[in-house]
């Protein structure tokens, strides 16, 4: 990670930042995906909430290791550094649900060619996904593999920044037909998150307990992977009280 204007330190902007990663738990609404200004999105209202401006640095799909590349690779990561008043990791749900094809396949699926075999090859993914998804494994990035991941980034922004608190989440719950409403992989990620926060004194939103009532109740988005504006709220009061926690002078 470039060092220039780490040298200048906290307080080059006249406004803190609260810097998130996140996949599309962060930006996806009741019914569809939403820029990063939407104003109900739950990092906005922590955001408000603290008089901060917000750097969401997110995308649909994204695990542990895909936060690691964007803080390593990403410029505008670098530049939100240096201001930064919190970091919240929110990632992780993602490596925890059925992947049948492994990863690395599954994401080359977007390369095919030519357009007319890629649009045949992905219907059929699609198509077969939820009943292979029953057997409950592979994950997507195993648990081991996502500790190492967000290790990397909490000691790579700490190395940088060591005032800086990096607050992680567990992963959130789901009821989408996309995976068969399977999701075996969470209470292995949830013990190897529970282990890492306590070995580095990482602080820890639970995303299932703020969101669960409401996505078993169905109030959630269709798809029944993303929240409604309800379950927004409930994650942004949960990580507002983990920020006011970890920052208190």
């Known amino acids: 990670m470039a060092a220039g204007r780490l040298e200048r330190g906290r307080g080059v902007s006249e406004q803190p930042v609260l810097l998130v990663f996140a996949d599309s738990l962060a930006h996806h609404g009741p019914r569809t995906a939403h820029p990063a200004d939407h104003p109900q999105i739950w990092p906005n209202l922590v955001a408000d909430e603290l008089g901060w401006r917000l750097e969401l640095v997110a995308r649909i799909g994204w695990t542990s290791r895909d936060v690691w590349w964007a803080i390593t690779q990403d410029p505008r990561v670098w530049a939100a550094v240096p201001d930064a008043a919190a970091v919240v990791l929110a990632v992780g749900g993602m490596d925890t649900l059925p992947s049948p094809l492994p990863t690395a396949l599954r994401e080359q699926l977007r390369y095919l060619r030519p357009p007319a075999l890629r649009r045949v090859v992905r219907q059929a993914y699609t198509a077969a996904q939820p009943h292979l998804s029953r057997l409950g494994r592979p994950v997507a990035l195993p648990p081991r593999l996502s ?19 990096v607050i992680g989440t567990l992963p959130s719950v789901h009821r989408s037909a996309a995976y068969g409403g399977v999701h075996r992989g969470r209470p292995a990620a949830e013990r190897a998150l529970r282990s890492w926060s306590a070995q580095r004194d990482v602080p820890l939103v639970d995303l299932a307990a703020a969101v669960g009532p409401h996505v078993e109740a169905g109030r959630c988005n269709p798809d029944g992977m993303h929240w409604g504006w309800e379950g927004h709220r409930a994650v942004a009061d949960a990580v507002l009280a983990e920020i006011r926690a970890t920052t208190r002078p």
Do not use: N, T
């Open 147 to 165: 500790v190492e991941y967000l290790e990397q980034c909490r000691a790579a922004l700490v190395a940088l920044r060591p005032d800086l608190p």
